[in-house]
């Protein structure tokens, strides 16, 4: 019998199948040796499940993956396959409570490049932001408000959605970026990804967390990432907050290809298969000169390359 993964928790996995059944099936044991952990089954996944005689069920068999999200975990621990087989990265920051970072939502843009999976930008609470005039003239400097984050991105060339559970602003838009095909929705806690599938959806009554006020981060209250069949006909997967992530499996020389704002200067590069870090007549370096790459992307891009062990 062939089914998707909707969720799993304690080796035990929640399997959609084609009949439209729900099984709970756990692994068997041959997956479990040949199989890396990091490379396990996780939502999203197609699977073949087979009955024992006791009733049971068993994933035997894993089909291969058309796409896959792995992020590394912080301080370079091992690879995490997040959830398998989608069509777009949505990821989430808050305008304010917690207050966006810029070099996480970076490394989550460059997480769905390394991936080759669409990438969209959701700004949510926007009714908490202040009423700060977007600057236009300059790049805005490491810790931009988050006005100035979505004009930066937005300049850049990411799709950008501005939301907010309160007022209804955006979530219309961001239904219809649901309907379509799988998405998940990653970003750190507090952001709101929850309440954002909530107000898409009534009914769903996922749980929700206020803002820790001694640390003004946000409380994880999604546990194990699930994927959910929305009424409008697309898959969701609603994950936990990430604070921090790195980059998997991509050589620190092609990192550059993850940053939509170097495409425009690398061929000003006097060497081919220029890092941008300390080589002579660098094109992105001398775009960032100029004010026409912004200083945060690059040390973004800066702090990428050496966790990757470029130089």
């Known amino acids: 019998m062939t089914g998707t993964v909707h969720e799993s928790s304690g ?3 929640r399997v959609l199948l084609a009949s439209g059944d729900w099984l709970d099936a756990s692994l068997r044991g041959r997956l479990k040796r040949e199989v890396r952990t990091g490379d396990r089954v996780v939502i999203g996944d197609r699977v073949e499940v087979a009955l ?28 995490k396959v997040v959830a398998a087989n989608l069509d777009r990265l949505v990821v989430v920051a808050a305008a304010a409570r917690p207050t966006p970072r810029q070099a996480l939502l970076d490394r989550l843009l460059a997480v769905g490049a390394a991936n080759h999976v669409d990438t969209v930008l959701v700004f949510n609470k926007i009714d908490l932001m202040p009423a700060i005039p977007a600057r236009k003239d300059l790049p805005p400097p490491r810790h931009a408000s988050a006005r100035e984050l979505i004009e930066l991105y937005k300049r850049i060339g990411y799709p950008v959605l501005e ?16 309907r379509n095909g799988s998405s998940a929705l990653v970003g750190p806690s507090g952001a709101g990804k929850s309440t954002l599938l909530n107000a898409v959806q009534p009914g769903l009554n996922l749980r929700t967390g206020e803002l820790s006020h001694r640390k003004g981060q946000g409380r994880h209250t999604t546990v194990n990432a699930r994927l959910i069949r929305l009424e409008c006909g697309g898959l969701v997967a609603d994950t936990p907050g990430f604070s921090d992530v790195g980059v998997w499996g991509v050589e620190p020389r092609e990192l550059e290809y993850c940053f939509l704002d170097f495409a425009p200067h690398r061929d000003a590069c006097r060497f081919r ?17 100029r004010g026409e790459v912004d ?12 966790e990757a062990g470029g130089d």
């Not at 005689?53 to 301080?75: F, L, N, Y």
């Not at 007022?167 to 219309?172: A, C, F, K, M």
């Open 273 to 289: 298969g220029c890092s941008h870090l300390h080589e002579p007549d660098c094109g992105v370096r001398e775009a960032l000169t």
């Open 52 to 79: 024992d005689s006791d009733g049971s069920a068993t994933i035997e068999t894993v089909h291969p993956r058309r796409s896959e999200v792995v992020r590394r975990g912080a301080g370079g621990r091992g690879a």
């Open 11 to 13: 080796g035990v996995y």
């Open 163 to 178: 939301t907010s559970a309160v007022t209804g602003q955006g979530l219309d838009a961001l239904l219809d970026l649901l």
């Open 295 to 306: 200083p945060g992307r690059y040390e973004s891009y800066r702090d990428l390359v050496q």
